[in-house]
């Protein structure tokens, strides 16, 4: 009978090794209980596992019920659960699971407090995570070197970087992971400055290091930074991989950088790196906002469409939105229903954004229908491109009833598309109105001023154009200059009007008069040749 129970839990244990499902898994675990085998530790391991922590499974609900079920559960089995509820979109179970272990006698050990940091840095909840920092004191944790990572990690993701950093200045010992974890804490800060002074210090870098670093930059807007890191990177550091060119793509498509940007995607083929999901999403969002469109329709079409996901769509189709293609838009919209990708909010607001510049009302109120069937709020963004959407086609009253009507609070958004709208097509009257309550909502905007000027100027107000700019200069906002960049042998250029900055000013403002009446030449010979028509 021994060698037969044997036998029976030892086949079990294959079977859950090769389970795929939660319905096989509830198959075996129905034959678990039939034989007798409810409380077998090994049998009972591997169900939690599965059903907590296998993307097969995800079934963590199950999992938790399982362990309350069982006579004596070891810590393994409540970490398990705990470690599960801290992956799930709702981490409260965590912390439940956790007090229902302390009330049950169990003490926790060091695998426990980390998915429990984890817990707390997904809910965004200071206060319990403190009290988890207090618990992991309490049972004299305190000097774990993996427990002391986790927490520099979860106050980083709180934004407290003075508690990351004493607890990373009280590790006695620190590993690779310890000083990736607080360059990645004070980039998520925004203090670049100290994130590259950790970076320096570090007695070794992995391409984890230099990715985080690169990442800080680009999510703190310094995209040039970004640049100059990845450069160092390739010549005194570990070959990049693709997490490392996903940042890398992300900063060329700011800077508009196409020719670095076509570079990065010849590094990854030559280089043979995995094409993943996300990195091709990069190449296409690079491409389409570095005004290579037909290259992002490339890489777009080079994946098999079974295995993209709502965010390539979604580049695929904001970027042909930004290239005024509607008709392309809308017809790639209707290729991604047919494929089966459920579209989302941002989906929609690139879709409201084409028809704006193609003056389809019809179809943009449609789509801002759709967000509310399918189960979708529509945001501030939303409402600001339907009042874009009947501005430009010179519907301004009911674009502002739209405005009065909407169940959130105007926006500068909203408003500034709706002021643009009515300058164009005249409503001077409107114009002023929001004019008015743009300055009063946003006072320290220099275009919110410089739009009301506008708009005064048009019906040649000129006393209340030159009243309003002199109101900006009187509480001290300067009209910020427009510049256009320039890229040019590996290099970015920005110019601003009459601009001698430039080493190579004289020349080029030579070409541009050369260019400027070249221009002239050829639009007076086209007007004779009209004349001559008539």
Same mark, same amino acid.
């Not at 079977?15 to 530790?41: E, P, R, T």
């Not at 570095?290 to 979604?314: Q, S, Y």
């Given at each position: 009978?021994?060698?037969?129970?044997?036998?029976?839990?030892?086949?079990?244990?294959?079977? @859950?090794?090769?389970?795929?499902?939660?319905?096989?898994?509830?198959?075996?675990?129905?034959?678990?209980?039939?034989?007798?085998?409810?409380?077998?530790?090994?049998?009972?391991?591997?169900? *939690?596992?599965?059903?907590?922590?296998?993307?097969?499974?995800?079934?963590?609900?199950?999992?938790?019920?399982?362990?309350?079920?069982?006579?004596?559960?070891?810590?393994?089995?409540?970490?398990?659960?705990?470690? /599960?509820?801290?992956?799930?979109?709702?981490?409260?179970?965590? *912390?439940?699971?956790?007090?229902?272990?302390?009330?049950?006698?169990?003490?926790?050990?060091?695998?426990?407090?980390?998915?429990?940091?984890?817990?707390?840095?997904?809910?965004?909840?200071?206060?319990?995570?403190?009290?988890? &920092?207090?618990?992991?004191?309490?049972?004299?944790?305190?000097?774990?070197?993996?427990?002391?990572?986790?927490?520099?990690?979860?106050?980083?993701?709180?934004?407290?970087?003075?508690?990351?950093?004493?607890?990373?200045?009280?590790?006695?010992?620190?590993?690779?992971?310890?000083?990736?974890?607080?360059?990645?804490?004070?980039?998520?800060?925004?203090?670049?400055?100290?994130?590259?002074?950790?970076?320096?210090?570090?007695?070794?870098?992995?391409?984890?290091?230099?990715?985080?670093?690169?990442?800080?930059?680009?999510?703190?807007?310094?995209? /040039?930074?970004?640049?100059?890191?990845?450069?160092?990177?390739?010549?005194?550091?570990?070959?990049?991989?693709?997490?490392? @060119?996903?940042?890398?793509?992300?900063?060329?498509?700011?800077?508009?950088?196409?020719?670095?940007?076509?570079?990065?995607?010849?590094?990854?083929?030559?280089?043979?790196?995995? *094409?993943?999901?996300?990195?091709?999403?990069?190449?296409?969002?690079?491409?389409?906002?570095?005004?290579?469109? &037909?290259?992002?329709?490339?890489?777009?079409?080079?994946?098999?469409?079974?295995?993209?996901?709502?965010?390539?769509?979604?580049?695929?189709?904001?970027?042909?939105?930004?290239?005024?293609?509607?008709?392309?838009?809308?017809?790639?919209?209707?290729?991604?229903?047919?494929?089966?990708?459920?579209?989302?909010?941002?989906?929609?607001?690139?879709?409201?954004?084409?028809?704006?510049?193609?003056?389809?009302?019809?179809?943009?109120?449609?789509?801002?229908?759709?967000?509310?069937?399918?189960?979708?709020?529509?945001?501030?963004?939303?409402?600001?491109?339907?009042?874009?959407?009947?501005?430009?086609?010179?519907?301004?009253?009911?674009?502002?009833?739209?405005?009065?009507?909407?169940?959130?609070?105007?926006?500068?958004?909203?408003?500034?598309?709706?002021?643009?709208?009515?300058?164009?097509?005249?409503?001077?009257?409107?114009?002023?109105?929001?004019?008015?309550?743009?300055?009063?909502?946003?006072?320290?905007?220099?275009?919110?001023?410089?739009?009301?000027?506008?708009?005064?100027?048009?019906?040649?107000?000129?006393?209340?154009?030159?009243?309003?700019?002199?109101?900006?200069?009187?509480?001290?906002?300067?009209?910020?200059?427009?510049?256009?960049?320039?890229?040019?042998?590996?290099?970015?250029?920005?110019?601003?009007?009459?601009?001698?900055? &430039?080493?190579?000013?004289?020349?080029?403002?030579?070409?541009?008069?050369?260019?400027?009446?070249?221009?002239?030449?050829?639009?007076?010979?086209?007007?004779?040749?009209?004349? *001559?028509?008539?």
């Amino acid at each position: 009978m021994l060698n037969s129970s044997s036998s029976l839990s030892l086949n079990l244990i294959s079977l @859950l090794d090769n389970c795929k499902s939660m319905f096989h898994l509830k198959q075996i675990h129905a034959l678990v209980f039939a034989l007798g085998l409810s409380q077998d530790d090994i049998c009972l391991s591997k169900i *939690l596992s599965f059903s907590s922590l296998s993307d097969s499974g995800n079934n963590v609900l199950y999992s938790s019920c399982v362990l309350y079920s069982l006579s004596n559960p070891t810590i393994f089995n409540w970490n398990t659960v705990i470690r /599960g509820y801290s992956k799930t979109r709702n981490p409260n179970g965590s *912390l439940s699971v956790y007090i229902h272990m302390l009330r049950a006698g169990v003490s926790p050990h060091h695998l426990t407090f980390p998915f429990l940091a984890r817990a707390s840095a997904r809910l965004f909840n200071p206060h319990l995570g403190m009290s988890i &920092h207090a618990h992991i004191a309490k049972f004299g944790f305190h000097s774990d070197l993996f427990i002391s990572n986790s927490l520099v990690h979860m106050y980083s993701s709180f934004r407290d970087i003075s508690h990351a950093r004493k607890v990373f200045d009280g590790m006695p010992l620190k590993n690779l992971v310890s000083w990736n974890s607080m360059v990645d804490a004070y980039a998520k800060c925004g203090y670049m400055v100290f994130a590259r002074q950790v970076f320096d210090s570090m007695p070794e870098k992995d391409v984890l290091s230099w990715t985080c670093l690169i990442d800080g930059y680009v999510k703190n807007v310094n995209y /040039g930074d970004a640049m100059s890191v990845f450069e160092n990177m390739r010549t005194s550091g570990p070959r990049p991989n693709e997490v490392t @060119l996903v940042s890398v793509l992300c900063a060329c498509a700011h800077l508009g950088s196409l020719d670095k940007g076509r570079m990065m995607h010849q590094y990854v083929i030559h280089n043979k790196l995995p *094409l993943t999901l996300v990195l091709r999403t990069s190449l296409v969002d690079m491409y389409a906002k570095c005004g290579a469109i &037909h290259e992002a329709l490339n890489v777009f079409r080079g994946m098999p469409k079974e295995t993209g996901d709502v965010l390539i769509w979604n580049a695929m189709i904001g970027g042909l939105a930004n290239h005024g293609l509607i008709r392309e838009t809308l017809d790639l919209f209707l290729e991604m229903n047919t494929v089966g990708v459920k579209p989302d909010e941002i989906t929609y607001l690139s879709l409201l954004s084409a028809c704006a510049h193609g003056g389809f009302v019809k179809e943009a109120w449609d789509f801002f229908d759709c967000l509310g069937r399918h189960g979708m709020s529509p945001k501030i963004e939303h409402y600001a491109c339907m009042i874009d959407v009947m501005a430009r086609s010179g519907q301004i009253a009911e674009a502002y009833r739209f405005l009065c009507e909407a169940p959130i609070e105007p926006s500068a958004s909203m408003l500034g598309a709706l002021l643009s709208g009515c300058i164009n097509h005249g409503k001077l009257d409107v114009a002023e109105i929001i004019g008015k309550r743009l300055i009063e909502l946003e006072p320290r905007h220099d275009g919110r001023y410089v739009g009301l000027s506008n708009a005064y100027a048009i019906v040649r107000r000129w006393e209340e154009a030159r009243s309003t700019r002199q109101a900006m200069e009187r509480i001290g906002v300067k009209k910020s200059p427009g510049y256009s960049i320039v890229e040019m042998n590996g290099g970015i250029d920005r110019f601003i009007a009459q601009d001698k900055s &430039h080493p190579k000013w004289k020349e080029i403002y030579m070409m541009l008069s050369l260019v400027v009446s070249q221009m002239k030449h050829i639009v007076n010979y086209e007007d004779e040749e009209l004349m *001559l028509w008539l």
